[in-house]
Each structure stands twice: as C-alpha cells, then as structure tokens.
C-alpha cells in the first residue's frame, strides 16, 4: 500500500458520504479509479452510508399520490404503427422482408417466396405483429416483428441513427418480470432476431438498452 | 406461489412507461421517498414535492441504473436526499436540529417492507442502537453530512470547530457504525 493509497483510505468514509471536495476529491476519484483495493474499501463505506438513509422512517403521502405522479409521467398512449395480421399478410415490403429473413433463421427449411399465409401454417402461426420502437423524446427509431407460432419469435430493425452501441434487450412481461434476449446483437443492417419462449401476447415492453451516455429505445405491445 | 417481482423489475417497467409496473413500482417505494424527504424537509407539503420530482427524476434517468453499483431503493433515496437538500435551501427552510433526525432514524422496530434489501430488520436495529450510542458531537456530524448533505467545511463553519476536527467525528462515527455492519458480514 503507497502513500496514495493510505491517503485514499483515511478519506474513504468522507468520499462515501460525499464530503470531500474540491481538489483532494479529484485526486481521490483519480486514485480510486486505477485501484482496485481503496475503490472496495470505499464502498464498504458506500454501504453504510446507504444503510443510513433506510433507517429514515416511512411515511406514507397524502391519499392520490400515486394517481398524481403517474398522471404527471406517463404519457397519454402514442397512435402505436401497428399492424394486425391474419394468416394473409398485407403485402408490405418491409414486414415481408423481415418475415422471409427470419423464418430462414428460425426454420430454415422453409422457403422464401411469396406464400405467406402458407409459411405461417406451416410455422403454425397464428399471429404476426409489427410495434414501433422509440426514444426517450418520442422519435421513431425502428420496429419490431413479434410472431405467435411454434416457436414464437422477434425480429428488431433498427433505424441507422439509433444502431449506435445498443447491447441488451429485455422483454418487460405484464406481471413486470424481465426476459433477457441473450441472442440479441444487431447485424450490419440493424436486425436482430430470434426465438422468445413467452407468449408475445403478455409481452407489455421490448427495451434496448444502450451502454453508458446512449438511449435506450422502447417498443410497447400491450394495447 | 406469486413472487413479487424485483425492484429491478419493476424499475424497468416503470422506466418504459407501463402503468401496472409504474404503478407498483410508486406504491413500492413511495412511503420509503416521502418518509426521507420529510425526514429533512420537515414539511408535508414539500416533502410530497421531493417525492413526486425523485420519482420523475428515476422515470427519465431509469436506464443509467446500473445494478452492479447498488440497489434500486438506495439510488432512489440518493436522489430524494438531495432534491431535499436542494429544496431546503431554494426555500431556505428552517435548518433542522441533527439531534431531532438522529432522534427519529433511531426509532426501533419499525415495520419493514416485504421489499426490504440489504440488513435484516434486528440488524437495522442495532445500527440505529449504534448511533445512539455515539458521542453526541459524532452523531451531530455524522447526520449532517449524511442526511443534510453538509460537507465536512460546512460543519466546521457552522458549529465553529476545526476542519480537521469534524473530519476525525465524522471518520471515527462511521468507523464505528461499519464495525457493528461488520458483524453481519
């Protein structure tokens, strides 16, 4: 253990409650950057300090709380693009391209071509769906094919200027558990797709998440 | 059986704007914000405003939550300390007495949330009997810095001590209350 070392750790219970500043805070945040050691005795004290604001006790706010901070955050639902398909797709260029892309994933024994409705019977579907994805601020910014069959699957396309370092994605279901999509990871054209093994018809959210600095995309099912 | 579902569950459902996650996951936490806002702002009214912007301020900032740095009830009341601490000093509220949050985080046996992470309840207890037990001048520092958000510069101006002084309460303080944590490791 150096001098810096020994410094950072006389501080460390400061620097975990955030008391520390200025220049010997920088120095700190710089040393507790390259080492491993005062960064875990740092947080042991993070720990604490955290513990401390629980021994607050609860209260509860006045009755219609809840009412009023969901009615201030959540937006009235977007007019979703939305597309209901029975075993006839509409001959849109798009959703058929990403249906014949991801069938050949998905079975690939099936054949591309121009027979849709047959290629749902024989993947067993019963439903196809197409939901936007967008934004924190509300721009569009790609979609996603959900299909209900044997299996079930999705297909997410990307537009160009949300592609930009994208890492996970996770279903949010109804009851408000999270399904991680490990298979996802956008191709050079901004898809990615592969088998779910939820019904999409208790999907409520498909969330991309972006690493730091970056925004996650949102698409919702439900509605 | 029904499991509830995790805070992190529920944050990610919230974040993404979906009503029946939204609304469990306010439900959840919302005695625990408004509790701590109280805690420091002392008024009903406004602590109800710090409960309503930390949950705004979650909303938008949900996808910087990084579960590997913490839990979800702890970034949230993070947050809440310091719109507080913020809305204490816009409105330049009356500064409250340490000795009377010390007072009320040392309540014992409170009711936990079925949610609760981290220390079980009796160990939540002995923390809180911890600081009671600290030296009065300890225990004054430690709230100020921990609840009020006073750097250690800020107490030595207010209580008239030397910086070095309130550093060592502080560091003594928290050594002490880690050493009781330490037990439950």
Redesign the interface.
């Known amino acids: 253990m150096d001098a810096r070392c020994q410094e950072t750790r006389?501080?460390a219970?400061?620097l975990?409650?955030?008391?520390?500043?200025g220049e010997e805070r920088g120095r700190a945040l710089q040393h507790l950057a390259e080492c491993p050691d005062c960064r875990t005795e740092v947080e042991?004290?993070?720990?604490?300090?955290?513990?401390?604001?629980?021994?607050?006790?609860?209260?509860?706010?006045?009755v219609g709380?809840?009412s009023?901070?969901?009615d201030?955050?959540?937006?009235a639902p977007k007019p979703k693009r939305r597309r209901r398909f029975a075993l006839v797709l509409a001959p849109v260029a798009t959703a058929l391209a990403a249906v014949a892309i991801t069938l050949a994933v998905v079975s690939g024994d099936l054949e591309r071509g121009s027979h849709y409705g047959d290629i749902l019977k024989e993947a067993n579907g019963t439903e196809f769906e197409a939901y936007s994805l967008y934004t924190?601020d509300g721009s569009l910014a790609g979609t996603t094919f959900s299909y209900q069959g044997a299996p079930n699957w999705l297909l997410i396309t990307v537009d160009p200027a949300h592609r930009a370092d994208l890492r996970a994605a996770?279903l949010?279901m109804?009851?408000?558990?999270?399904v991680p999509l490990n298979w996802f990871h956008l191709d050079p054209s901004g898809s990615s797709g592969g088998g779910i093994r939820v019904d999409p018809h208790h999907v409520?959210?498909l969330?991309l998440?972006?690493g730091a600095g970056?925004?996650?995309l949102?698409a919702?099912f439900?509605g | 059986m029904e499991v509830d579902?995790s805070d992190?569950?529920?944050l990610?459902?919230f974040?993404?704007?979906?009503?029946?996650?939204?609304?469990?996951f306010?439900?959840r936490f919302?005695?625990?914000v408004?509790?701590?806002a109280?805690?420091i702002v002392r008024q009903?009214a406004i602590?109800?405003e710090v409960?309503?912007e930390t949950?705004?301020r979650v909303?938008?900032h949900a996808?910087n939550f990084d579960a590997r740095k913490?839990?979800v009830?702890?970034w949230l009341?993070?947050i809440a300390?310091n719109l507080a601490i913020d809305h204490t000093r816009m409105k330049r509220l009356d500064p409250v007495d340490p000795e009377v949050i010390a007072a009320?985080?040392?309540?014992e046996n409170?009711?936990p949330?079925a949610d609760?992470a981290?220390?079980q309840p009796d160990e939540?207890d002995q923390?809180?009997s911890a600081?009671t037990d600290l030296p009065d001048d300890q225990r004054r520092a430690?709230v100020l810095?921990?609840?009020m958000?006073?750097?250690?510069?800020e107490?030595s101006d207010l209580d008239d001590v030397p910086l070095g002084t309130v550093?060592t309460r502080?560091?003594t303080a928290?050594?002490k209350?880690?050493s009781e944590?330490e037990v439950f490791e």
């Open positions: 006389e501080m219970a400061d975990a409650l955030g008391i520390v500043e042991k004290y993070s720990d604490l300090a955290d513990e401390l604001l629980l021994l607050a006790p609860r209260r509860e706010p006045s709380f809840e009023r901070v969901l201030e955050l959540l937006p924190d996770q949010v109804d009851d408000g558990r999270q409520s959210v969330r998440m972006p970056g925004q996650p949102v919702h439900a | 579902p992190e569950a529920l990610a459902g974040a993404t704007g979906d009503p029946r996650t939204a609304a469990a306010v439900r919302q005695g625990r408004f509790g701590l109280l805690t009903p602590a109800e409960a309503q949950f705004a909303y938008r996808g913490g839990r009830s702890t009341l993070s300390r009320e985080i040392s309540i409170q009711v949330g609760e981290g220390l939540r923390l809180r600081i430690l810095a921990a609840y958000g006073r750097t250690a510069r107490i550093k502080i560091r928290m050594i209350l880690r944590m």
